[in-house]
């Protein structure tokens, strides 16, 4: 019984026991092989990642090209007599300080010409105005006035209506710009004068009156003259004009400033 039992029963158990216990072992090396490949490549993995987001968040810079310093330079306008851009001047000097804006005057008769000839780059100018090949823009209206002497009893009035001008004799010159007049007025004797100065020279000596817009009576005023707003007279219309060929940017922006547009708006 006890031959069985040492070569039957203890010895297989021993070496079931050694085999077993020599392949868990190799069960766990195995098992510790995977595990540490896994480990690798889920590092390997977040790594990647990581470095991924960090080009992501990388901020890019271009290098921009300097910006090319703005020139010095004039905007020519031209005005005729009477126009008043004063209102603008200021603010397009805090605007546009690199851009002298210097004014020339040019006589009505010759204000489309100044224009084409290029002697200004745009221009206050008065209706009626040939706007063929032309931009323009209305600005606003002057009222006609009556310009008569000190001593006329036509200053009696704060108004005149054309019913008060009968038979006053009216002058005339080449620089009329309200056109012919109905008025029942008699023309002076002495025909067309050159310029309002002139015929407001003569109207000073007691000699007619003048009708003109507001704007020229006060341009040539003297202390013997005086003048009243003739009421339904023809109104002078007052344009900002400019060869629409001849559009520049810095014409744009006087435009702007005359609209009153703010220097961020847009047009």
Same mark, same amino acid.
């Given at each position: 019984?006890?031959?069985?039992?040492?070569?039957?029963?203890?010895?297989?158990?021993?070496?079931?026991?050694?085999?077993?216990?020599?392949?868990?072992?190799?069960?766990?090396?195995?098992?510790?092989?995977?595990?540490?490949?896994?480990?690798?490549?889920?590092?390997?993995?977040?790594?990647?990642?990581?470095?991924?987001?960090?080009?992501?968040?990388?901020?890019?810079?271009?290098?921009?090209?300097?910006?090319?310093?703005?020139?010095?330079?004039?905007?020519?306008?031209?005005?005729?007599?009477?126009?008043?851009?004063?209102?603008?001047?200021?603010?397009?000097?805090?605007?546009?300080? +690199?851009?002298? =804006?210097? #004014?020339?005057?040019? @006589?009505?008769?010759?204000? !489309?010409? *100044?224009?084409?000839?290029?002697? &200004?780059?745009?221009?206050?100018?008065?209706?009626?105005?040939?706007?063929?090949?032309?931009?323009?823009?209305?600005?606003?209206?002057?009222?006609?006035?009556?310009?008569?002497?000190?001593?006329?009893?036509?200053?009696?009035?704060?108004?005149?209506?054309?019913?008060?001008?009968?038979?006053?004799?009216?002058?005339?010159?080449?620089?009329?710009? +309200?056109?012919? =007049?109905? #008025?029942?007025?008699? @023309?002076?004797?002495?025909? !067309?004068? *050159?310029?309002?100065?002139?015929? &407001?020279?003569?109207?000073?000596?007691?000699?007619?009156?003048?009708?003109?817009?507001?704007?020229?009576?006060?341009?040539?005023?003297?202390?013997?003259?005086?003048?009243?707003?003739?009421?339904?007279?023809?109104?002078?219309?007052?344009?900002?004009?400019?060869?629409?060929?001849?559009?520049?940017?810095?014409?744009?922006?006087?435009?702007?400033?005359?609209?009153?547009?703010?220097?961020?708006?847009?047009?």
């Amino acid at each position: 019984m006890s031959r069985r039992g040492g070569s039957g029963a203890r010895k297989p158990a021993v070496r079931s026991a050694k085999g077993g216990a020599r392949s868990t072992a190799a069960g766990r090396t195995a098992s510790g092989g995977k595990g540490s490949a896994k480990g690798e490549r889920a590092a390997s993995a977040a790594k990647s990642k990581k470095s991924a987001k960090a080009k992501t968040a990388e901020k890019v810079v271009f290098d921009a090209p300097a910006a090319a310093e703005e020139e010095p330079r004039t905007l020519r306008l031209g005005a005729v007599p009477g126009a008043t851009p004063g209102r603008w001047i200021d603010t397009w000097k805090d605007r546009m300080p +690199l851009v002298t =804006l210097e #004014l020339v005057p040019i @006589p009505f008769a010759g204000q !489309r010409a *100044a224009l084409l000839d290029g002697d &200004v780059d745009l221009a206050l100018v008065r209706a009626p105005f040939e706007r063929d090949g032309m931009n323009a823009i209305p600005l606003y209206e002057e009222l006609p006035v009556v310009i008569a002497s000190t001593e006329s009893h036509l200053l009696a009035a704060d108004e005149l209506s054309p019913a008060d001008l009968e038979d006053e004799t009216l002058l005339s010159t080449a620089e009329d710009v +309200l056109g012919p =007049l109905d #008025l029942p007025t008699v @023309p002076a004797r002495s025909g !067309r004068l *050159a310029t309002v100065e002139e015929a &407001v020279q003569t109207v000073a000596t007691g000699i007619g009156i003048l009708v003109a817009p507001m704007s020229l009576a006060r341009l040539h005023h003297r202390k013997d003259v005086e003048y009243r707003i003739l009421r339904d007279g023809p109104v002078s219309p007052v344009l900002l004009a400019w060869p629409s060929a001849a559009t520049t940017p810095d014409i744009e922006a006087f435009v702007g400033v005359v609209r009153g547009r703010t220097a961020n708006s847009s047009r």
